[in-house]
């Protein structure tokens, strides 16, 4: 098989770039490990920025989202038994957010595809990238049916995720990569009950962290910081339900409470690999970083990456330059490093850390009542919430709906 871009993995920032890429009529072939039930039926992120929003209703897909998604005007802080309201409209000049499900954006993104007859080949295995340094790169995998397949392409993308075998390609010795591992996890249910606020609620509680998200008026989504390395078992429903009652009830409120349809375990890292271009390959999303998710950042800078990659390729078919490719990791560094601070304090002001001494958590409970007494810090976690603008704007090709 040949074709212009070989894509590795069907998460937001593969589908992405392939639908960007076919609105400027270049072909790509995706390969996805999984199965699309299995992508189509993950439950991971919920929040995305006002950019992301823009780019998908601007390029066709966002008709969806706009009718069952949420929009949110901001968010609350809860310590100390009191909530704060960050009001990001009134912050940033009008901007908002939009409460929608990875999982529904990967359906809108895979049906878009199909509608363009494009395919995306599932299941595969066995992912090799070849000659990646050369003109001619090549994937070798091997099929849903266990025959051997070669793409042969122009340029490999890797948006195969953080344990994907795009990163791994680029030899170790030229890889630059900065990493902190955190001592806390999530515990992510989804539950039925009716919804709890109009707004999410970010709590910090000396018994650790919460968070109380929503899908639909009867489905919620809440988090609660727990060890890492604890597993999901020791978790009844009932001891999650005590646990989120003792970190985020108030005098004269209480957390309604339901079945839990869905729970799991997540640990956190921020991780960046600079190294996001090597010959023809281009690393995207979590493949090339990964940011807590107490910020609400990943899907929206994997989106970010590819509105940039998608412009480079364009402008290397049409024009015969590389000008923008060969700032592809510079240009997108910017962003990523700045949503790395955002998601890294975000995250340290409001989980409970064990090893902290008393100095610093007088310190942790003095930045969030910063954040919320003083209208400057209130702006600053408003613009970074809602999302920096896109680096490049955006192109006319991607306004045009095809
Ligand atoms: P992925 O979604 O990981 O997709 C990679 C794809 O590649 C997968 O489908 C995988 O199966 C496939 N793959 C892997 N290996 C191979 C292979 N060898 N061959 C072929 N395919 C392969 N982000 C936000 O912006 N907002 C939020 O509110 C938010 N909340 C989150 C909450 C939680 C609990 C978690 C865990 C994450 C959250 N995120 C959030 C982060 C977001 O989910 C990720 O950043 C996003 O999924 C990254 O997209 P991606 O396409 O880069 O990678
Ligand atoms: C959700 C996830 C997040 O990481 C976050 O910061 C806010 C909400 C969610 O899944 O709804």
């Known amino acids: 098989m040949r074709t212009q871009v070989g894509i590795i993995g069907a998460g937001p920032a593969g589908l992405m770039l392939s639908h960007l890429l076919h609105l400027q009529g270049i072909e790509s072939i995706i390969i996805e490990s999984r199965s699309r039930e299995e992508i189509e039926g993950t ?41 704060h309201r960050i009001d990001f409209a009134e912050l940033t000049g009008g901007k908002q957010i939009m409460v929608y499900p990875q999982h529904e954006v990967i359906k809108d993104l895979v049906a878009a595809r199909l509608k363009a007859n494009r395919t995306i080949f599932f299941n595969v295995c066995d992912v090799k990238l070849v000659n990646i340094e050369s003109t001619q790169p090549k994937i070798e995998y091997t099929n849903e049916l266990g025959e051997s397949q070669v793409i042969e392409c122009d340029f490999i993308v890797g948006c195969d995720g953080f344990h994907g075998p795009s990163r791994q390609s680029i ?48 489905i919620q989504r809440h988090y609660l910081q727990v060890d890492p390395k604890d597993d999901i078992a020791n978790w009844s429903d009932d001891r999650i339900w005590s646990e989120l009652h003792a970190r985020v009830d108030m005098e004269g409120w209480t957390l309604p409470q339901g079945p839990i349809i869905q729970k799991n375990i997540v640990s956190m890292r921020s991780f960046v690999c600079e190294t996001m271009q090597y010959g023809r390959l281009y690393l995207a999303g979590d493949a090339a970083h ?56 975000m995250t340290t002001i409001l989980h409970t850390n064990q090893n902290h001494s008393p100095f610093e958590y007088g310190i942790q409970l003095t930045e969030l009542d910063n954040v919320t007494s003083s209208r400057n810090a209130a702006a600053n976690l408003a613009e970074n919430y809602v999302g920096l603008p896109f680096e490049l704007p955006l192109y006319k090709h991607e306004l045009s709906q095809k």
């Open 290 to 345: 990964i940011v807590p998710p107490t910020g609400a950042k990943g899907l929206n800078l994997a989106v970010a990456d590819v509105q940039v990659l998608s412009q480079g390729i364009r402008e290397f078919y049409e024009q015969g330059n590389q000008n923008i490719l060969q700032k592809y990791s510079q240009t997108c560094l910017k962003r990523i490093w700045r949503a790395q601070r955002f998601s890294w304090w």
């Open 43 to 83: 439950i991971r992120a919920g929040v995305l920025e006002q950019g992301t929003v823009d780019l998908l209703n601007a390029t066709g897909v966002g008709e969806r989202m706009m009718r069952e998604g949420h929009v949110h005007e901001g968010i609350e802080l809860q310590f100390n038994g009191n909530r």
């Open 171 to 218: 030899p170790k010795s030229k890889r630059v990569e900065k990493q902190q591992i955190y001592p806390f996890g999530w515990l992510g249910i989804i539950a039925e009950t009716p919804q709890v606020n109009p707004e999410l609620i970010y709590a910090h509680h000396e018994r650790g962290f919460a968070l109380l998200s929503t899908r639909t008026p009867s």
